[in-house]
């Protein structure tokens, strides 16, 4: 009898032994499986070191080639807008041959200088300051001879300012391409001058 009870019990603490064991292998599958998130969080890393290198292509612009790029932008602009008003609003023929050539011409650069910008990662200005819209709209409200006069001064002044402009950066920008496209553009500014002067002496 004795010998049966010790059976018994000796069979019911193996059954309870097994059991433990079960429970500790499932607590160890557990824990391998707490692993895995932890490397796919590393892996995410990488999309942002992508980034960083992305951004590190863009073109490196000194504060002359951006001075330049900016005031370039903003003048081009003008011109074609005020020479849109000389091809209505002025009565000499010649003032009228003279704001068509600064629509096309300058049509034409601010194009090359958006090309420009584009390729170097560059944002433009794209529109007019407080000082250049003035002069715009000053000049709105003129018309006839008085226009022609007012239209061929400022555009004497300007252009002798652009040329001082483009030369500068032809000689102190750093961005090569920007170099060129002054360089490329001084001639056109220099007839342009030529032109405004006679326009000038024709309307005085």
Same mark, same amino acid.
């Given at each position: 009898?004795?010998?049966?009870?010790?059976?018994? @019990?000796?069979?019911?603490?193996?059954? +309870?032994?097994?059991?433990?064991?079960? *429970?500790?292998?499932?607590y160890? *599958?557990?824990?391998?499986?707490? +692993?895995?998130? &932890? +490397?796919?969080?590393?892996?995410?890393?990488?999309?942002?070191?992508?980034?960083?290198?992305?951004? &590190?292509?863009? +073109?490196?612009? *000194?504060?002359?080639?951006?001075? @330049?790029?900016? &005031?370039?932008?903003?003048?081009?602009?003008?011109?074609?807008?005020?020479? /849109?008003l000389?091809?209505?609003?002025?009565?000499?023929?010649a003032?009228?041959?003279?704001?068509?050539?600064?629509?096309?011409?300058?049509?034409?650069a601010?194009?090359?200088?958006? /090309?420009?910008?584009?390729?170097?990662?560059?944002?433009?200005?794209?529109?007019?300051?407080?000082?250049? /819209?003035?002069?715009y709209?000053?000049?709105?409200?003129?018309?006839?001879?008085?226009?022609d006069?007012?239209?061929?001064?400022?555009?004497?002044?300007?252009?002798?300012?652009?040329?001082?402009? @483009?030369?500068?950066?032809?000689?102190?920008?750093?961005?090569?391409?920007?170099?060129? @496209?002054?360089?490329?553009?001084?001639p056109?500014?220099?007839?342009?001058?030529?032109?405004?002067?006679?326009?000038?002496?024709?309307?005085?």
């Open positions: 009898m004795r010998n049966s009870i010790l059976t018994v @019990f000796a069979a019911t603490m193996l059954m +309870v032994g097994c059991k433990k064991n079960e *429970s500790t292998a499932g160890q *599958s557990t824990d391998t499986q707490t +692993v895995s998130p &932890a +490397v796919t969080d590393k892996d995410s890393i990488k999309p942002a070191d992508s980034a960083a290198t992305n951004t &590190a292509t863009t +073109v490196s612009l *000194s504060e002359q080639d951006k001075k @330049f790029a900016d &005031a370039a932008a903003k003048g081009g602009i003008m011109e074609v807008m005020m020479g /849109q000389a091809e209505t609003n002025a009565s000499n023929p003032v009228k041959a003279l704001g068509q050539m600064m629509v096309k011409d300058h049509t034409k601010n194009d090359e200088l958006k /090309q420009w910008a584009s390729k170097a990662g560059y944002t433009l200005p794209s529109g007019l300051d407080a000082d250049k /819209q003035k002069k709209d000053e000049l709105k409200t003129k018309k006839g001879t008085e226009f006069r007012k239209y061929t001064e400022l555009m004497v002044d300007d252009h002798k300012k652009d040329i001082e402009e @483009f030369k500068k950066q032809s000689a102190d920008g750093t961005e090569t391409s920007l170099k060129s @496209f002054a360089s490329n553009t001084l056109t500014l220099e007839h342009h001058l030529k032109e405004s002067e006679k326009a000038k002496a024709a309307v005085k």
